[in-house]
């Protein structure tokens, strides 16, 4: 089928510089959460009709379009004379021999599987409307029938006081036979309270000719719920948010409290995964069996073993961490971090493009960036590898179980031996021999008849 997305409003009540339909909503815009959906379904075109925002919202699609491999075609709304005008901006690239689906790039939640029964029920000759009933409808166009079936659609400025009595209202989705669709646009007068072209108009034309005009509806409002202000658009965000929390729950996830977990993007859980408050997920995450992620952790685009802990405060991203680990509170976990199996990161370390053998650990405030970390190596506290000299990084490497004293600074490139100690404080600048000590400082003095200064009185 055809499938033809309206995006071409500006948006005035969002009070942002930003096109309305690139707002996003967990964690990408509106209008591809339309697209993704339509991508799902059996389509041979797919066109997006665009109008304020310049260059953005081909900019954006192009994007999309490159990501996933799939062509996306698009029509230049200008200037915008309703949503009927717009359809007619894609009518010289709709395929004649098959249906075409309405959707709007501002209705980001609509499900395929409601869309699904849509295009069943138009099958290939019939008008089908994506329609639902609300207990406060204004402003929305209402569904007119006699004996049952739908004659036309009024909107809320041109209705009589009857017409807005009625509840059935129009989503704007339609699923419509494209040979009539050409013809019933060209057709179309602006002759109403709006001077548009209402897309609307063409239910009427599709009685007058006889095509049955038919109905779906949706598995619950919020499917057909546009965005036209942020409060809108902050209410289908939590919408989506529980929707999200319910599946998770669905699958034997525990969530300490559904409506305080935000996932934008996909996160993919084991068995028995706990997660805690106020944690964010963004791009692709995995929690293998067992995991537990204390609250308020963000975890993006990261991968995290069977049975490891993530305690409070946490940040990673772009890491993986080993089955049975131990994170935080207050870790961050930076991109390129590969973690081994029952490896502890404590509070208020930082590592970056490190990999870090089993059974490590750095317990607190220390700094590992750029190393190769060995297995049952110890890490104390105020450790860092110096591995960037201003222009350029070096790798650092610590052997097997080596130790390394609290407050070293290791200058890379540096390679600490396998069984080798490093004393507290030392300056690492040249390689540390295997299972020796080896050891940078001052030898301790006492100085004899020293006193502290005295603030002098003024």
Known sequence: MNVVILAAGMGKRMQSALPKVLHPLAGKPLLQHVIDTARSLSLSKLCVIYGHGGAAVPEMLGKLAEATGTSIDTALQQPQLGTGHAVMQAVPQLDESVPTLVLY????????????????????????????????????????????????????????EAERAIREI??????????????????????????????TDIVAQAVADGVPVV?????????????????????????????????????????????????????ICGRD???????????????????????????VNAKIGAGAQIKPFCH????????????????????????????????FVEIKNSQVAAHSKANHLAYVGDATVGSRVNIGAGV??????????????????????????LVAPVTVGKGATLGAGTTLTKNAPAGKLTISRPKQLTIEGWSRPVKVKK
């Open 273 to 299: 995964v706990t997660i805690d408050v106020g944690c964010v997920f963004e791009g692709r995450v995995e929690l293998a069996d067992g995991v537990t992620v204390g609250p308020h952790c963000v975890l």
């Open 384 to 409: 860092i590898t110096c591995n960037y000299d201003g222009a350029n990084k070096f790798r650092t490497v610590i052997e097997d179980e080596a130790f390394i004293g609290s407050d070293s600074q």
């Open 105 to 160: 790039g501002d209705v980001p939640l609509t499900t395929a599987a409601s869309l699904g029964r849509l295009v069943e029920v138009a099958g290939t000759d019939k008008l089908a409307i994506l329609t639902v009933e609300q207990a406060n409808p204004f402003g929305l166009g209402r569904i007119v029938r006699e004996n049952g079936k739908i004659v036309r659609i009024v909107e809320e400025k041109d209705a009589s």
């Open 170 to 199: 129009n989503s704007g989705i339609m699923c419509i036979p494209t040979v009539h669709l050409k013809k019933w646009l060209a057709a179309l007068s602006n002759n109403n309270a709006q001077g548009e072209y209402y897309l």
């Open 215 to 267: 109905s779906a509806q949706p598995s619950a409002e919020w499917e057909v719920a546009g965005v036209n202000s942020k409060v809108q658009l902050a209410e289908l965000e939590r919408r989506h948010q529980l929707n999200i929390a319910n599946a998770l729950l669905e699958k034997g996830v525990t969530l300490m409290d559904p409506a305080r977990i935000d996932v934008r993007g996909e996160l």
């Open 316 to 347: 990673i991203e772009e890491a993986v961490v080993g089955d049975k680990s131990q994170i935080g509170p207050y870790a961050r976990l930076r991109p390129g971090t590969e973690l081994g199996e029952d490896v502890h990161v404590g509070n």
